[in-house]
């Protein structure tokens, strides 16, 4: 079989075939003959020739995660079907998605606000900590999108502002 | 000793103290939210009740309520852990009243050592030294600035209600004062319903140093040595080791001292830690004290071989401290890292979602507290902190190598984990020569960017025989496997169909 995997926006070609007691893997044009049993589920001893490669992979929802060598790694199986067409942020945008989920508690910045390069314009509460979201360039606040006291989720945008 | 009490607390405390009253015999009651139903505390004790609401003030925070469980259920004593209600005077009163006994100092105690600036006129007092700074109650924003600006930059902000990094700010120049302060104020509001702030000189290289206290409720005294905890980001400690490495006998003479006169001098009851900070000289300065049993008091369990926690349930059941400061001996060396579901490629902001798979180091002189085990969710409403990995060995060196070897069998997939920048941390030189510093994180990892690293061929392997296996095409080779000589296997897949 040939499996695609996406790891941090590079993807990896593999096939696999298995005969009898072996796998043999090719990647790169190498091919990789090796024994493989799986202790408990997930849980892999893997030989090739002498040498032993211990990791395991776990499945999360579409994602997998494999531990080796004390990393982990998260991989994504690629859609085959076309590509996802992820919206393209313009340039500094994304300093004003909150980072992280929480309560807004302060706002500091209204509809046609005039605000410098810097200035604070949302303060989120989440885990007993604050997060301020500045403004990320000057110029003229188009729309705020929380109220005080509204949960915010990761990557919702808080602020909208035209450049001046 | 108790027959039964009540945990008021979540994650790996409970857990801790839930087994040091299983192995004293004592029954348990663990309280839950419901974001935490599948948590390991819950099952672990005799009882467990439902909070419900899974936001803090309804849940861990909401005292009628745990007063009124730790009632039905007959609880002798409520044991807070640390956080939530651990350093709430108003709590330890409630149980009072309810006739249920805290596990911890009295309300009075609580009261004074919470209110930082009280604290520091108590300390200067009994003549313990003190960190030059502002702690006056003229709070308006401008004699605020004014104070500071005669303190000198950099120069700290911080609430006196304050604690674990909430409510600080660190002031670099006069034009970012006013608006650390307000910030501080309103962290400080938000967290502890109290906006009174202090200002300090902020030490330059200095270590973060404190002592653990046992006191029994008939003032026999003891400290069990240094912990040294200056390793912080977002001013919240990672790691922590004892003893430190930039200790010297007589300091640590003097310092002892002056913890056990400041734990006298409050009329100090039950586990607690006094902090100090030292600089380059070794200056030492008291800066608070800790009413709660620390998250970092493992390591002060490893290098003196006594359970605090259980010392906080005898000495709470009345039981006078046996422990003479003459018996207690430093050996060894003890790290704590503290493992935060948090990503420290982004500003260490914490990490929600899943645990697919945890799986823990196993060794000699490895311990693990943990609140987390498989299938459990990281929710946004906690402390992200999941759980405690310590290691002791017979020198620093060796258990820095050692903490390094268990934090690379520590499996913790599907949330993300700071155990690589722990690592990293560990292996760096500067760690090794001991300038462990306050500023570390700052100092050498303000830009540290885990490398993008391409997935190495053994995980591409990995993967690759791992979908092979559980490929629903390939299932039928996978039958081979039940009987390498059973005839079956020849035949292929068969069909069962009702019909035939």
Not at chain 1, 129 to 137: G, N, S, T, W
Not at chain 2, 80 to 108: Q, R, V
């Amino acid at each position: 079989m040939f499996i695609n995997y996406e790891h941090e926006n590079n993807v990896y070609g593999v096939t696999v075939e298995r005969r009898e007691d072996n796998y043999f893997i090719t990647y790169d044009n190498t091919e990789y003959k090796v024994t493989c049993e799986e202790k408990k589920p997930g849980q892999l001893i893997i030989k090739i020739g002498d040498r032993i490669i211990k990791s395991i992979v776990t499945e999360g929802e579409q994602e997998k995660y494999i531990f080796i060598d004390g990393n982990v790694y998260k991989v994504k199986p690629v859609q085959l079907t076309g590509r996802t067409n992820k919206r393209k942020k313009e340039a500094g945008e994304a300093d004003l998605d909150s980072p992280i989920s929480g309560k807004i508690v302060n706002i500091k910045s209204k509809k046609d606000d005039t605000v410098k390069k810097g200035d604070v314009l949302i303060v989120i509460e989440a885990m007993k900590m604050e997060y301020l979201i500045r403004a990320p360039y000057d110029g003229v606040v188009k729309k705020v999108n929380f109220k005080e006291n509204d949960q915010i989720e990761i990557g919702q945008t808080t602020v909208e502002i035209t450049k001046k | 000793m108790f027959k039964k009490i009540l945990i008021a607390n979540r994650g790996e405390i409970a857990v801790r103290i839930i087994k040091a009253c299983q192995e004293l015999g004592i029954q348990t009651v663990a309280i839950y939210s419901d974001v935490d139903t599948t948590s390991p505390h819950v099952t672990l004790a005799d009882e467990s009740v439902n909070l419900g609401d899974p936001t803090p003030i309804e849940s861990y925070l909401n005292i009628p309520k745990i007063i009124q469980i730790a009632k039905e259920k007959n609880a002798e004593a409520i044991h807070p852990g640390y956080g939530f209600l651990a350093e709430n005077p108003d709590f330890a009163e409630t149980c009072n009243k309810a006739g249920i006994k805290f596990i911890g100092p009295s309300s009075k105690v609580i009261s004074l050592m919470g209110d930082k600036i009280a604290a520091k006129k108590t300390m200067e007092k009994a003549e313990v030294p003190v960190i030059p700074g502002y702690h006056g109650s003229k709070q308006d924003n401008e004699s605020l600035a004014k104070e500071g600006i005669k303190i000198g930059f950099p120069l700290l902000v911080k609430a006196t209600a304050g604690g674990g990094g909430k409510g600080m700010r660190v002031v670099k120049s006069e034009d970012m004062l006013l608006e650390s302060i307000e910030g501080a104020k309103r962290e400080s509001k938000s967290s502890f319903g109290n906006d009174t702030v202090f200002l300090e000189k902020y030490l330059e290289k200095p270590h973060h140093i404190e002592f653990q206290i046992l006191a029994d409720e008939k003032g026999n005294t003891i400290h069990l040595f240094e912990r040294e905890c200056s390793i912080q980001r977002r001013h919240q400690k990672i790691i922590e080791e004892s003893p430190s490495p930039v200790m010297t006998p007589e300091l640590r003479e003097e310092m002892g001292k002056a913890a056990v006169t400041a734990a006298k001098t409050v009329g100090y009851s039950n586990a607690g830690t006094v902090e100090f900070m030292i600089d380059e000289n070794l200056n030492y300065y008291f800066m608070e004290m800790n009413t709660r049993l620390q998250v970092e008091h493992p390591i002060t369990e490893m290098t003196t071989g006594i359970d605090l926690a259980k010392w906080q349930l005898r000495i709470a059941s009345g039981e006078p401290l046996t422990l003479k400061q003459e018996d207690i001996v430093q050996r060894g060396h003890a790290i704590e890292c503290r493992i935060y579901a948090e990503n420290p490629k982004n500003g260490f902001l914490p990490s929600t979602g899943m645990l697919h798979k945890v799986e823990e180091p196993v060794g000699p002189n490895i311990r693990v507290d943990s609140g987390i085990i498989t299938n459990n969710v990281v929710s946004p409403y906690y402390d992200p902190m999941l759980s405690k990995l310590i290691t002791y060995a017979e020198n620093r060196e060796e258990c820095i190598q050692k903490i390094i070897w268990s934090l690379s069998n520590y499996v913790i997939m599907g949330v993300t984990s700071n155990i690589s920048f722990l690592k990293k941390v560990l292996e760096h030189d500067e760690f090794h020569k001991g300038n462990t510093t306050t500023h570390f994180i700052d100092n050498y990892f303000s830009e540290w960017k885990k490398k993008k690293n391409a997935l190495p061929v053994d995980a591409l392997i990995s993967l690759a025989i791992y979908d092979s296996m559980h490929s629903k095409k390939e299932e039928t080779v996978r039958y081979k496997e039940a009987d390498p000589h059973s005839p079956w296997k020849h035949v292929g897949r068969w069909r069962v169909s009702e019909e035939a």
